[in-house]
């Protein structure tokens, strides 16, 4: 069971948006080059897995107050293991993930570098950028967003960048922003407690839900633009949860509006990759079984 509490409090569930991410700007990147999935990429696939691993662990140590205050499961709070261990574990994760990153090539190590360094100023302070407004969302977009899809070619230059697509990052830049403002909408009320400065605790939810229509609509004009129209078929069924939570003012649907883009690419990534999507399920099943087992808790939940 204790191997099992470590692989779970990497929280493996939020790795979902940088699998599809990946995997969907993959796709795309495929079609314009002639390739073909390789092991190559579901290796670089499993460095940026290892690399959120470690900051998720440190996220956790510097986030007890805000997760007791906002009901969150914690493994540091339940003594299951100690923030020391979880510290240790971000250091050791981003060193091998670093080297291992430079077999690739020197621009998949700068990428990597790029993802410690937000790592640690996401999370730790002085810098705590996951509790300030703009930098929160700034780092999220940038990460998620621009990153994990440059990390689709190691070889990336002047010669070969439009095989990555021009609008694919920018799409995902606003996509992922969209996504982050409601993420924040939930855990308000304990964030202001705890001193955080989110977007929802400046702006409050009304305002923060129009912000992430209107980024919902930006990523949606990338990819009409790129010519992505699947892509823009997500951006736009995902705005419809959003003007339900606006309407209605409901966390749960809030919640809903936030996890419903994560879905819909994953399901995307799915049918691109079909063997992800037999993975994703397996993965929700177990996760299923190790929480109720181990807190007798139903987890996941769509809302």
């Known amino acids: 069971m204790k191997l099992l509490d470590f692989v779970f409090a990497a929280r493996p569930l939020l790795h979902l948006p940088i699998w599809s991410i990946y995997l969907v700007s993959l796709?795309?990147?495929?079609?314009?080059?002639?390739?073909?999935?390789?092991?190559?990429?579901?290796?670089?696939?499993?460095?940026?897995?290892?690399?959120?691993?470690?900051?998720?662990y440190l996220n956790q140590v510097y986030d007890i107050d805000g997760d007791s205050f906002?009901?969150?499961?914690?493994?540091?709070?339940?003594e299951i293991i100690s923030a020391k261990t979880m510290h240790l574990l971000f250091i050791l994760l981003s060193v091998v993930t670093i080297g291992l990153s430079y077999l690739y090539s020197f621009t998949t190590f700068v990428i990597?570098?790029?993802?410690?360094?937000?790592?640690?100023?996401?999370?730790?302070?002085?810098?705590?950028?996951?509790?300030?407004?703009?930098?929160?969302?700034?780092?999220?977009?940038?990460?998620?967003?621009?990153?994990?899809?440059?990390?689709?070619?190691?070889?990336?230059?002047n010669h070969n960048n439009g095989l990555l697509g021009r609008e694919n990052p920018f799409y995902f830049f606003f996509a992922v922003a969209a996504i982050y403002l409601l993420t924040t909408i939930p855990d308000r009320r304990g964030d202001r407690l705890v001193g955080k400065k989110t977007i929802a605790v400046v702006l409050g939810p009304r305002l923060t839900i129009l912000?992430?229509?209107?980024?919902?609509?930006?990523?949606?004009?990338?990819?009409?633009?790129?010519?992505?129209?699947?892509?823009?078929?997500?951006?736009?069924?995902?705005?419809?949860?959003?003007?339900?939570a606006l309407l209605f003012n409901n966390d749960r649907i809030t919640a809903m509006a936030a996890k419903l883009p994560i879905l819909l690419l994953t399901i995307l990534a799915g049918y691109f990759f079909w063997g992800y999507l037999l993975f994703v399920v397996a993965l929700i099943i177990l996760t299923r079984i190790y929480?109720?087992?181990?807190?007798?808790?139903?987890y996941p939940q769509l809302a």
């Open 27 to 56: 796709h795309y990147h495929l079609a314009l080059s002639d390739g073909a999935f390789a092991l190559s990429d579901l290796g670089l696939m499993g460095l940026l897995s290892l690399m959120a691993a470690g900051g998720y």
């Open 70 to 78: 906002n009901n969150k499961l914690g493994f540091i709070e339940r």
């Open 112 to 157: 990597f570098v790029q993802l410690f360094l937000l790592s640690y100023l996401y999370s730790a302070p002085p810098f705590r950028l996951k509790d300030r407004p703009i930098s929160g969302l700034f780092a999220n977009a940038y990460a998620f967003g621009i990153v994990v899809p440059l990390a689709i070619m190691p070889d990336l230059g």
């Open 211 to 244: 912000a992430a229509i209107v980024l919902l609509l930006a990523s949606a004009f990338f990819g009409y633009y790129a010519e992505y129209a699947i892509l823009v078929y997500v951006s736009l069924f995902s705005i419809f949860p959003a003007l339900a």
């Open 291 to 298: 929480y109720f087992k181990r807190f007798g808790i139903i």
